[in-house]
């Protein structure tokens, strides 16, 4: 617990440096991913498809206040923010919420909010900024969700058969994640010819034949570790094996490149180098290409942006696809160094040189 107070400590700073900054009084915080920041994994979602939680903090410069419901207070400070030093300040549905509690605390105050709040400046990209660096105490939790991440796709791939479906894949994924209390915000489940009609194959009755891709988007302490690993039942076909190489090759070179100060932009124009190097010019056309993970699933903007550079302690989502064939991988920046916690022995992998480093990635399982 005490490293959760340091930790949550290091983030109420870093907010205030921001208020101080901009002149602003007040910082209001809604989101669920930034709530899970701030709390250092804590939820206070009760409709899980929402982005916006049942709980608020408010942040002053002098205080700082949890609002909630009757119904949601007293879980959110026993459970999701116990000795944070939250000020609890409870409220009914029938007296117009919590959001009208929350513009009482902050009436006559210039206030940031990260949703939309009347008379607050709403700016929820400048939250998330302050996400990183990630502390210390993220990284060890990162480590640890992503080898469980990798763990929970090995052992539903191991039990899986020609003839089943899509959705059963699903089902499997979906107990092992309910065990584990990690949560799902994307889940991509395609085979066969699926795989290479569509980079965003959601799982259907399908039944599967010779390939699977499983692709989900997964966080455990609101942290993401979002993976792809590829399944074929018997020798994986030439065409897809030279497919999946150069998807790997592409995902080392970015792996490699991210150190502090390289730019986004060149990361990108790498990829795009070996792209039409490897013969699938036009692939990187097709999808996203990456870019920083954490609490949010990820943000792919930032190769776009010649002024945006990887800094340390950073998080990245780099996924590659051509068609028929993705890669996808937690890739963490930590005091300089790069690791791929998500690459963790417990698939078979293969070793790749890029940038004048080794990276480990995983192969096709074959079953």
Known sequence: MQDRKAEALIKEQRILACLEENHWDAAVIG????????????????????EAGFSYIVLTKSEKFMVALVADLCKVMDEEAADLGYTPVVTKWFEGGAEAKVLELVRGMRVVSDIPIAGADYSPDLFYKLHYPLTRYE????????????????????????????????????????????????????????????????????????????????KKWGLHSNLARMVCFGAVPAELAKRYDAVCRIEAAAIAMSKPGIRFADILSEQKRLYKELGYENEWHKHFQGGITGYMVSDP????????????????DWFITISGAKGEELTLNTGGEIEVPSVSGIWPCETYRANGMDVKLPKIMVL
């Open 301 to 316: 903007t930032l190769c776009m942006d010649a002024s945006k550079v990887v800094t340390e302690n950073q998080a990245f």
């Open 31 to 50: 989101r669920a991913d930034n709530f899970a920041w701030l709390t250092c994994g804590g939820e206070n979602r009760v409709i899980l498809s929402s």
């Open 139 to 218: 990284i060890e939790r990162y480590r640890e969700a992503a080898v469980l991440s990798e763990q929970i796709i090995a052992e539903t791939a191991a039990c899986l058969h020609p003839g089943m479906r899509e959705y059963d894949v699903q089902g499997m994924l979906w107990e092992k994640y309910g065990r584990h209390n990690v949560s799902v915000s994307v889940m991509i489940i395609g085979s066969d010819e699926r795989i290479a009609a569509y980079r965003h194959c959601c799982p259907t009755g399908k039944r599967i034949e010779k390939t699977v891709l499983i692709s989900p988007a997964v």
